[in-house]
């Protein structure tokens, strides 16, 4: 059985949680989130802790425990203080703006990408418009679209350019005229020798 799922959720002062019918509802200062159970999965608030558990004769569903249990405490987390993930918009010319509830970004393509921001998701740029944070209370919503915006252009190995996470170390290759560099140099002097 799993250890992180027998891990009871603390629920904070400012945390309401109810279980009905098989589904988590939780309820915090930053907003409302609601989960349904997966069949075989029991949960229990008592003494301001959630507690989770796996139904007898569930066969197959201990392989869940340790997740729910996850994703019920990212839901107490998230209502109560939020999640954000922070991008960098790295190349000549490449920037972004958020204009209502749409991104748009210029990333060295002939058109500009355009993108639909969700509700409940909050985006900002810092005032050079090259590092987008996204907000949201829901932690599934927020990776997900951060990493649909790092699709859009990935970062490349030779010059640095694209959409990465902050913090994250890209590894650059040598381009072709450092690797043609110190060959042809070694070609030069042998031939030079004859």
């Given amino acids: 059985m799993s250890r992180i799922g027998r891990k009871p959720v603390v629920v904070p002062e ?4 109810r279980v009905e019918g098989g589904q988590v509802f939780v309820e915090g200062p930053l907003g409302k989130l609601s989960y349904a159970l997966p ?3 029991l949960a229990e608030v008592k003494d301001g802790k959630v507690n989770l558990s796996v139904a007898g004769g569930s066969i197959g569903k201990a392989a869940l425990y340790g ?3 996850a994703r ?3 839901m107490v987390n998230g209502v109560l203080l939020g999640f954000n993930k ?4 790295n190349g000549v010319g490449f920037k972004g703006a958020v204009e209502g509830a749409r991104l748009t970004m210029q990333l060295g393509f002939s058109h500009p990408v355009i993108m639909d921001i969700p509700q409940g998701i909050k985006m900002t740029f810092d005032p050079k418009a090259t590092i987008l944070t996204i907000s949201g209370i829901d932690r599934d919503v927020v990776g997900n679209l951060a990493a649909q915006i790092k699709r859009v252009k990935p970062p490349e190995p ?3 350019t694209g959409i990465k996470y902050q913090g ?3 590894i650059r290759k040598a381009g072709k005229t450092a690797a043609g560099a110190s060959s042809g140099g070694a070609a030069g002097a042998g031939a030079a020798k004859k």
């Fill in 39 to 41: 069949d075989g999965i």
């Fill in 14 to 17: 400012k945390v309401k949680v």
């Fill in 168 to 170: 994250e170390h890209i």
């Fill in 67 to 69: 997740t729910i249990r």
């Fill in 158 to 160: 030779y010059k640095g």
């Fill in 72 to 74: 019920v405490n990212n």
């Fill in 86 to 89: 922070v991008m960098e918009i």
